[in-house]
Protein backbone atom coordinates (compact mmCIF):
# COMPACT_ATOMS: atom_id res chain seq x y z
CA UNK A 1 0.00 0.00 0.00
CA UNK A 2 0.73 3.91 -0.13
CA UNK A 3 3.11 5.12 2.76
CA UNK A 4 2.14 8.31 4.34
CA UNK A 5 5.51 10.00 5.75
CA UNK A 6 4.87 11.64 8.67
CA UNK A 7 5.76 15.49 8.34
CA UNK A 8 8.98 15.84 11.07
CA UNK A 9 6.35 18.37 12.79
CA UNK A 10 6.01 16.15 15.96
CA UNK A 11 9.34 16.01 18.26
CA UNK A 12 11.65 12.66 17.91
CA UNK A 13 11.12 10.29 20.68
CA UNK A 14 13.65 7.83 21.66
CA UNK A 15 13.05 4.29 21.80
CA UNK A 16 15.36 1.25 22.94
CA UNK A 17 14.82 -2.47 21.35
CA UNK A 18 15.90 -5.16 22.80
CA UNK A 19 18.59 -7.21 21.30
CA UNK A 20 16.41 -10.29 20.66
CA UNK A 21 13.41 -8.89 18.98
CA UNK A 22 15.70 -7.81 15.91
CA UNK A 23 15.16 -10.94 14.00
CA UNK A 24 11.36 -10.95 14.12
CA UNK A 25 11.13 -7.68 14.06
CA UNK A 26 13.52 -5.77 11.82
CA UNK A 27 10.20 -3.85 10.14
CA UNK A 28 9.41 -2.53 13.60
CA UNK A 29 12.96 -0.69 13.72
CA UNK A 30 12.77 0.24 10.50
CA UNK A 31 9.46 1.83 10.48
CA UNK A 32 9.77 3.24 13.61
CA UNK A 33 12.97 4.79 12.30
CA UNK A 34 11.99 6.03 8.72
CA UNK A 35 8.24 6.39 8.98
CA UNK A 36 7.93 7.46 12.72
CA UNK A 37 11.23 9.72 12.92
CA UNK A 38 11.89 7.78 16.23
CA UNK A 39 15.47 7.10 17.71
CA UNK A 40 16.04 3.71 17.65
CA UNK A 41 18.92 1.42 19.76
CA UNK A 42 19.59 -1.64 19.81
CA UNK A 43 20.60 -3.05 22.86
CA UNK A 44 20.22 -6.16 25.46
CA UNK A 45 17.30 -4.93 28.01
CA UNK A 46 17.32 -8.80 28.77
CA UNK A 47 14.05 -8.53 30.32
CA UNK A 48 11.37 -6.73 28.38
CA UNK A 49 11.17 -6.53 24.23
CA UNK A 50 10.58 -2.28 24.33
CA UNK A 51 11.65 0.86 26.50
CA UNK A 52 9.55 3.45 25.15
CA UNK A 53 9.87 6.21 28.25
CA UNK A 54 11.81 6.27 31.99
CA UNK A 55 8.88 4.64 33.00
CA UNK A 56 7.34 2.23 30.42
CA UNK A 57 8.31 -1.28 29.20
CA UNK A 58 6.63 -2.78 26.59
CA UNK A 59 6.05 -6.54 25.80
CA UNK A 60 5.97 -8.35 22.39
CA UNK A 61 3.84 -11.12 21.26
CA UNK A 62 2.14 -12.85 18.68
CA UNK A 63 -1.33 -13.69 18.86
CA UNK A 64 -0.83 -17.57 18.59
CA UNK A 65 2.20 -17.27 21.46
CA UNK A 66 -0.08 -15.82 23.83
CA UNK A 67 -2.67 -18.38 22.69
CA UNK A 68 -0.03 -21.14 24.07
CA UNK A 69 -0.46 -22.51 27.40
CA UNK A 70 3.08 -24.16 26.99
CA UNK A 71 4.06 -20.29 27.29
CA UNK A 72 2.42 -19.38 30.15
CA UNK A 73 5.24 -19.76 32.47
CA UNK A 74 7.31 -17.63 30.90
CA UNK A 75 4.89 -14.51 30.48
CA UNK A 76 4.40 -14.74 34.06
CA UNK A 77 7.79 -14.30 34.68
CA UNK A 78 8.30 -12.11 32.37
CA UNK A 79 5.68 -9.69 33.38
CA UNK A 80 5.73 -9.85 36.94
CA UNK A 81 9.66 -8.58 36.65
CA UNK A 82 8.42 -5.57 34.54
CA UNK A 83 5.91 -5.10 37.01
CA UNK A 84 8.91 -5.28 39.58
CA UNK A 85 10.71 -2.61 37.50
CA UNK A 86 8.56 -0.59 35.41
CA UNK A 87 5.28 2.30 36.81
CA UNK A 88 4.24 1.42 33.29
CA UNK A 89 3.74 -2.49 31.54
CA UNK A 90 2.26 -2.04 28.02
CA UNK A 91 1.54 -5.41 26.45
CA UNK A 92 0.91 -5.62 21.92
CA UNK A 93 -0.62 -8.49 20.83
CA UNK A 94 0.07 -8.82 17.06
CA UNK A 95 -1.85 -10.31 14.93
CA UNK A 96 0.05 -13.58 12.89
CA UNK A 97 1.53 -12.97 9.94
CA UNK A 98 0.56 -15.03 6.98
CA UNK A 99 2.98 -16.07 3.98
CA UNK A 100 1.79 -15.08 0.91
CA UNK A 101 0.00 -18.23 -0.86
CA UNK A 102 -1.08 -19.33 2.55
CA UNK A 103 -4.74 -19.69 3.39
CA UNK A 104 -5.83 -17.36 5.94
CA UNK A 105 -6.32 -18.79 8.64
CA UNK A 106 -8.70 -17.34 11.63
CA UNK A 107 -7.75 -17.35 15.00
CA UNK A 108 -9.63 -19.60 17.49
CA UNK A 109 -10.04 -18.03 21.09
CA UNK A 110 -9.85 -20.52 23.58
CA UNK A 111 -10.45 -20.01 27.40
CA UNK A 112 -7.07 -19.89 28.13
CA UNK A 113 -6.67 -16.79 25.60
CA UNK A 114 -9.21 -15.56 27.23
CA UNK A 115 -8.25 -15.93 31.21
CA UNK A 116 -4.61 -14.85 30.60
CA UNK A 117 -6.39 -11.16 28.64
CA UNK A 118 -8.28 -11.18 32.24
CA UNK A 119 -5.76 -11.75 34.51
CA UNK A 120 -3.49 -9.49 32.27
CA UNK A 121 -6.36 -6.75 32.85
CA UNK A 122 -6.61 -7.33 36.21
CA UNK A 123 -2.88 -6.59 36.90
CA UNK A 124 -3.36 -2.97 35.13
CA UNK A 125 -1.40 -4.30 32.67
CA UNK A 126 -2.47 -1.95 29.38
CA UNK A 127 -2.83 -4.60 25.85
CA UNK A 128 -2.95 -3.15 22.81
CA UNK A 129 -3.78 -5.10 19.51
CA UNK A 130 -1.85 -4.41 16.64
CA UNK A 131 -2.36 -5.20 12.98
CA UNK A 132 1.20 -6.18 11.97
CA UNK A 133 4.62 -5.00 12.44
CA UNK A 134 3.67 -1.43 10.61
CA UNK A 135 1.02 -1.27 13.28
CA UNK A 136 3.04 -1.92 16.08
CA UNK A 137 5.64 0.62 14.97
CA UNK A 138 2.76 2.86 15.19
CA UNK A 139 1.96 1.85 18.33
CA UNK A 140 5.60 2.35 20.11
CA UNK A 141 5.45 6.05 18.36
CA UNK A 142 2.02 6.63 19.95
CA UNK A 143 3.19 5.57 23.47
CA UNK A 144 6.31 7.05 23.28
CA UNK A 145 4.31 10.36 22.48
CA UNK A 146 2.26 10.27 24.57
CA UNK A 147 4.81 9.53 27.80
CA UNK A 148 6.30 12.68 26.00
CA UNK A 149 2.92 14.89 26.49
CA UNK A 150 3.58 13.54 30.23
CA UNK A 151 7.22 14.92 30.83
CA UNK A 152 8.36 11.18 31.02
CA UNK A 153 9.79 10.67 27.55
CA UNK A 154 13.69 9.55 27.08
CA UNK A 155 15.64 12.45 27.28
CA UNK A 156 19.15 11.28 27.98
CA UNK A 157 21.52 9.67 24.81
CA UNK A 158 20.91 5.96 23.74
CA UNK A 159 24.81 5.36 23.47
CA UNK A 160 27.16 5.08 25.60
CA UNK A 161 30.87 5.20 24.82
CA UNK A 162 34.35 4.09 26.53
CA UNK A 163 34.28 4.06 30.32
CA UNK A 164 30.62 4.48 30.39
CA UNK A 165 30.20 1.35 29.72
CA UNK A 166 31.43 -0.69 32.37
CA UNK A 167 30.12 1.78 34.38
CA UNK A 168 26.54 1.10 32.72
CA UNK A 169 27.38 -2.73 33.83
CA UNK A 170 27.74 -2.28 37.48
CA UNK A 171 24.57 -0.01 37.28
CA UNK A 172 22.94 -2.72 35.55
CA UNK A 173 23.84 -5.17 38.86
CA UNK A 174 22.08 -2.59 40.76
CA UNK A 175 18.26 -3.62 42.74
CA UNK A 176 15.53 -2.02 40.64
CA UNK A 177 17.40 -0.43 38.05
CA UNK A 178 16.36 -0.76 34.41
CA UNK A 179 18.38 -0.30 31.33
CA UNK A 180 17.00 3.17 30.93
CA UNK A 181 17.68 4.15 34.75
CA UNK A 182 21.21 2.55 33.93
CA UNK A 183 21.51 4.93 30.65
CA UNK A 184 20.30 8.29 32.74
CA UNK A 185 22.98 7.11 35.48
CA UNK A 186 25.28 6.82 32.89
CA UNK A 187 24.88 10.51 31.66
CA UNK A 188 23.48 12.75 34.45
CA UNK A 189 26.59 11.55 37.01
CA UNK A 190 29.93 12.49 36.32
CA UNK A 191 31.31 9.83 37.46
CA UNK A 192 30.57 6.32 39.16
CA UNK A 193 31.52 7.92 42.34
CA UNK A 194 29.31 11.06 41.80
CA UNK A 195 26.40 8.69 41.67
CA UNK A 196 27.59 6.25 44.74
CA UNK A 197 28.04 9.15 47.17
CA UNK A 198 25.33 11.33 45.89
CA UNK A 199 21.93 11.85 47.99
CA UNK A 200 18.40 10.42 47.83
CA UNK A 201 17.35 13.18 46.28
CA UNK A 202 20.19 13.85 44.23
CA UNK A 203 19.80 9.70 43.18
CA UNK A 204 15.56 10.24 42.84
CA UNK A 205 16.01 13.50 40.57
CA UNK A 206 18.61 11.94 38.40
CA UNK A 207 17.17 8.79 37.28
CA UNK A 208 14.10 10.07 36.88
CA UNK A 209 12.57 7.14 39.51
CA UNK A 210 9.98 6.83 42.39
CA UNK A 211 11.14 7.20 45.41
CA UNK A 212 10.54 3.67 46.92
CA UNK A 213 13.20 2.84 44.05
CA UNK A 214 15.76 5.16 44.97
CA UNK A 215 15.50 3.92 49.03
CA UNK A 216 16.44 1.11 47.45
CA UNK A 217 18.92 1.82 45.08
CA UNK A 218 20.71 4.21 48.17
CA UNK A 219 20.08 1.38 50.56
CA UNK A 220 22.36 -0.97 48.54
CA UNK A 221 25.42 1.19 47.70
CA UNK A 222 25.32 2.15 51.84
CA UNK A 223 24.57 -1.47 52.71
CA UNK A 224 27.47 -3.01 55.02
CA UNK A 225 28.29 -6.80 54.21
CA UNK A 226 28.86 -9.26 56.62
CA UNK A 227 31.10 -11.60 54.07
CA UNK A 228 30.84 -14.01 57.05
CA UNK A 229 27.28 -14.62 55.21
CA UNK A 230 28.32 -15.19 51.94
CA UNK B 1 -31.68 -2.06 44.95
CA UNK B 2 -31.47 1.51 45.66
CA UNK B 3 -30.59 3.48 42.23
CA UNK B 4 -29.89 7.52 41.39
CA UNK B 5 -32.01 8.28 38.79
CA UNK B 6 -30.94 7.58 35.52
CA UNK B 7 -30.10 10.98 34.72
CA UNK B 8 -26.88 9.33 35.89
CA UNK B 9 -24.22 8.38 33.68
CA UNK B 10 -23.19 5.60 35.66
CA UNK B 11 -24.33 3.46 38.73
CA UNK B 12 -22.27 3.64 41.55
CA UNK B 13 -23.91 0.96 43.67
CA UNK B 14 -23.96 -2.02 41.39
CA UNK B 15 -22.19 -4.43 42.98
CA UNK B 16 -23.29 -7.67 42.09
CA UNK B 17 -22.29 -11.27 43.99
CA UNK B 18 -19.61 -13.56 43.16
CA UNK B 19 -20.51 -15.39 39.74
CA UNK B 20 -22.94 -12.72 38.75
CA UNK B 21 -22.99 -9.56 36.42
CA UNK B 22 -25.40 -6.82 36.65
CA UNK B 23 -26.59 -6.46 33.29
CA UNK B 24 -28.22 -3.54 31.50
CA UNK B 25 -32.17 -4.47 30.72
CA UNK B 26 -31.99 -3.71 27.06
CA UNK B 27 -29.98 -6.95 26.84
CA UNK B 28 -32.56 -9.07 27.66
CA UNK B 29 -32.89 -11.57 25.52
CA UNK B 30 -30.00 -10.98 23.36
CA UNK B 31 -26.92 -13.42 21.68
CA UNK B 32 -24.99 -12.17 24.18
CA UNK B 33 -26.79 -13.37 27.10
CA UNK B 34 -27.65 -16.34 25.45
CA UNK B 35 -24.42 -17.28 25.12
CA UNK B 36 -23.80 -16.78 29.04
CA UNK B 37 -25.39 -20.19 29.32
CA UNK B 38 -25.50 -19.94 32.74
CA UNK B 39 -22.18 -19.62 33.28
CA UNK B 40 -22.52 -16.36 33.96
CA UNK B 41 -25.55 -15.19 35.95
CA UNK B 42 -27.14 -12.45 34.75
CA UNK B 43 -28.84 -9.78 36.99
CA UNK B 44 -31.29 -7.21 34.72
CA UNK B 45 -31.05 -3.82 36.22
CA UNK B 46 -32.71 -0.38 34.33
CA UNK B 47 -30.73 2.32 35.61
CA UNK B 48 -27.05 1.62 34.91
CA UNK B 49 -26.53 4.52 32.44
CA UNK B 50 -23.99 4.19 29.93
CA UNK B 51 -22.68 1.08 31.48
CA UNK B 52 -23.55 -2.24 29.83
CA UNK B 53 -22.47 -4.40 32.52
CA UNK B 54 -21.08 -4.34 35.89
CA UNK B 55 -18.48 -7.19 37.19
CA UNK B 56 -17.76 -7.79 40.89
CA UNK B 57 -14.34 -6.41 41.15
CA UNK B 58 -15.18 -2.47 40.99
CA UNK B 59 -14.87 -2.61 37.13
CA UNK B 60 -17.69 -2.71 34.72
CA UNK B 61 -17.87 -3.14 30.68
CA UNK B 62 -19.10 -0.85 27.88
CA UNK B 63 -19.85 -2.94 24.63
CA UNK B 64 -19.31 -1.70 21.46
CA UNK B 65 -21.33 -3.82 19.03
CA UNK B 66 -20.76 -3.82 15.09
CA UNK B 67 -22.80 -1.77 14.24
CA UNK B 68 -21.89 0.56 16.62
CA UNK B 69 -18.49 1.19 15.25
CA UNK B 70 -20.18 1.16 11.70
CA UNK B 71 -23.20 3.53 13.05
CA UNK B 72 -21.09 6.33 14.34
CA UNK B 73 -20.20 8.32 16.91
CA UNK B 74 -22.70 7.62 19.38
CA UNK B 75 -20.34 5.04 21.45
CA UNK B 76 -18.05 7.38 21.63
CA UNK B 77 -20.19 10.14 23.44
CA UNK B 78 -21.00 7.40 25.81
CA UNK B 79 -17.57 6.33 26.63
CA UNK B 80 -16.80 9.96 27.25
CA UNK B 81 -19.06 10.50 29.64
CA UNK B 82 -18.36 7.20 31.51
CA UNK B 83 -15.12 8.49 31.81
CA UNK B 84 -16.11 12.30 32.71
CA UNK B 85 -18.30 10.46 35.26
CA UNK B 86 -14.79 10.28 37.50
CA UNK B 87 -16.66 6.70 39.15
CA UNK B 88 -13.51 5.63 40.37
CA UNK B 89 -14.73 2.11 38.54
CA UNK B 90 -12.24 0.51 35.54
CA UNK B 91 -13.71 0.73 32.36
CA UNK B 92 -13.81 -2.35 30.10
CA UNK B 93 -14.50 -1.40 26.50
CA UNK B 94 -15.51 -4.59 24.52
CA UNK B 95 -15.73 -3.67 21.22
CA UNK B 96 -17.03 -6.35 18.31
CA UNK B 97 -13.62 -6.55 15.65
CA UNK B 98 -15.17 -8.07 12.64
CA UNK B 99 -14.34 -7.56 8.99
CA UNK B 100 -17.25 -4.89 8.63
CA UNK B 101 -15.69 -3.03 11.60
CA UNK B 102 -11.97 -3.97 11.31
CA UNK B 103 -11.36 -0.73 10.05
CA UNK B 104 -12.42 1.62 12.35
CA UNK B 105 -10.60 -0.20 15.42
CA UNK B 106 -7.51 1.45 15.26
CA UNK B 107 -8.93 4.41 15.45
CA UNK B 108 -11.02 3.58 18.24
CA UNK B 109 -7.75 1.80 20.07
CA UNK B 110 -6.17 5.31 20.21
CA UNK B 111 -8.86 6.83 21.39
CA UNK B 112 -9.79 4.83 24.29
CA UNK B 113 -6.76 3.34 25.44
CA UNK B 114 -4.23 5.78 24.30
CA UNK B 115 -6.32 8.61 24.80
CA UNK B 116 -8.78 8.38 27.52
CA UNK B 117 -6.74 5.14 29.39
CA UNK B 118 -9.14 2.39 29.24
CA UNK B 119 -9.04 -0.77 28.20
CA UNK B 120 -10.52 -1.74 24.91
CA UNK B 121 -10.62 -5.73 24.03
CA UNK B 122 -11.74 -6.87 20.86
CA UNK B 123 -13.77 -10.00 20.60
CA UNK B 124 -15.05 -11.01 16.83
CA UNK B 125 -18.81 -11.75 18.01
CA UNK B 126 -21.29 -12.19 20.99
CA UNK B 127 -20.28 -15.51 21.64
CA UNK B 128 -16.65 -14.71 22.17
CA UNK B 129 -17.73 -11.95 23.55
CA UNK B 130 -19.41 -13.99 26.60
CA UNK B 131 -16.52 -16.27 26.56
CA UNK B 132 -14.43 -13.27 27.37
CA UNK B 133 -16.28 -12.00 30.07
CA UNK B 134 -17.10 -15.73 31.93
CA UNK B 135 -13.53 -15.83 32.18
CA UNK B 136 -13.53 -12.52 33.62
CA UNK B 137 -16.33 -12.90 36.50
CA UNK B 138 -14.29 -16.31 37.40
CA UNK B 139 -11.08 -14.59 37.38
CA UNK B 140 -12.11 -12.31 39.85
CA UNK B 141 -11.77 -14.29 43.05
CA UNK B 142 -8.03 -15.39 42.38
CA UNK B 143 -5.28 -13.26 42.78
CA UNK B 144 -3.93 -12.49 39.19
CA UNK B 145 -0.48 -14.69 38.71
CA UNK B 146 0.97 -11.69 36.41
CA UNK B 147 1.21 -9.25 39.62
CA UNK B 148 4.52 -7.87 40.91
CA UNK B 149 5.57 -10.03 43.85
CA UNK B 150 7.39 -7.92 46.50
CA UNK B 151 11.00 -9.71 46.30
CA UNK B 152 12.56 -8.74 49.50
CA UNK B 153 15.96 -10.24 48.50
CA UNK B 154 18.87 -10.37 50.72
CA UNK B 155 21.19 -7.46 49.87
CA UNK B 156 24.79 -9.39 50.79
CA UNK B 157 25.02 -11.06 46.95
CA UNK B 158 24.06 -8.70 45.31
CA UNK B 159 26.70 -6.10 46.65
CA UNK B 160 29.51 -8.96 46.26
CA UNK B 161 27.93 -8.98 42.56
CA UNK B 162 28.60 -5.25 42.45
CA UNK B 163 32.09 -5.18 43.20
CA UNK B 164 32.93 -7.87 40.76
CA UNK B 165 31.65 -5.76 38.26
CA UNK B 166 34.60 -3.27 38.71
CA UNK B 167 37.32 -3.91 35.96
CA UNK B 168 40.21 -6.16 37.17
CA UNK B 169 37.98 -7.49 40.64
CA UNK B 170 37.20 -10.89 40.54
CA UNK B 171 36.07 -13.02 43.28
CA UNK B 172 38.71 -12.77 45.64
CA UNK B 173 39.74 -9.33 45.44
CA UNK B 174 35.82 -8.56 45.84
CA UNK B 175 35.72 -10.38 49.13
CA UNK B 176 38.88 -9.06 50.55
CA UNK B 177 37.53 -5.44 49.83
CA UNK B 178 34.55 -5.83 51.41
CA UNK B 179 36.16 -7.46 54.34
CA UNK B 180 38.05 -4.07 54.63
CA UNK B 181 35.51 -1.51 53.92
CA UNK B 182 32.09 -3.09 53.88
CA UNK B 183 30.04 -1.10 51.75
CA UNK B 184 30.09 0.33 47.92
CA UNK B 185 30.38 3.77 49.21
CA UNK B 186 33.20 3.03 51.40
CA UNK B 187 34.91 1.30 48.33
CA UNK B 188 33.90 4.42 46.16
CA UNK B 189 35.79 6.57 48.45
CA UNK B 190 38.80 4.71 49.76
CA UNK B 191 41.85 6.24 48.46
CA UNK B 192 44.53 4.61 46.23
CA UNK B 193 46.49 4.29 49.68
CA UNK B 194 44.15 2.88 51.56
CA UNK B 195 43.21 -0.01 48.78
CA UNK B 196 46.79 -0.70 47.97
CA UNK B 197 47.14 -2.89 51.04
CA UNK B 198 44.21 -4.34 50.22
CA UNK B 199 44.15 -5.54 46.71
CA UNK B 200 47.69 -4.77 45.26
CA UNK B 201 48.89 -1.58 43.06
CA UNK B 202 47.68 -1.74 40.09
CA UNK B 203 44.17 -3.08 40.80
CA UNK B 204 44.47 -0.29 43.18
CA UNK B 205 44.69 2.14 40.29
CA UNK B 206 42.48 0.96 38.59
CA UNK B 207 39.54 0.75 41.07
CA UNK B 208 40.29 4.06 41.92
CA UNK B 209 39.95 5.08 38.16
CA UNK B 210 36.98 3.36 37.67
CA UNK B 211 35.02 5.48 40.86
CA UNK B 212 36.89 8.58 39.78
CA UNK B 213 37.30 8.81 36.17
CA UNK B 214 35.43 11.43 34.46
CA UNK B 215 33.02 10.34 32.42
CA UNK B 216 33.01 13.77 29.78
Known amino acids: GVSIIRAPASPCVSILVDSHCISSGAEIVSSLRLKHGAAVQVCSLVNCDFIVSNRMAVEWQSESDMANPQNRKRLQDRIQSLQALFDRVCFIVEKDRTKPGEPLQSFQRSRYYDSTVAALVRAGIRLLVSQGPEDTAALLAELAHVELRKGQAICVPLEVKGPQLQALQFYLTLPCVTYISALCMCHRFNSVNHLVSSSLDALQAGVFISRSRAEEIYRCLHYSCDTTLI | ?216
Open chain 2, 1 to 216: MDLKPSATAVSMNAVPPYGHVIINAKWRGSTLVQNFKGRVKTIFEDELGVVDLHLSNRSCVLYVSESDLVAGNDYKRKIVRFRNSNSKLSGIVIVEKTCLSEQYFSGLQKFVVLELGLTLLPVASPAEAAQLIEQMVHGESKESPFRKKSMSRLLDPVVLNLVQKIPGVGKVKAMALLKKFCSIYEISNASVKELEPVVGQAAAQQIWGFFHNQFS
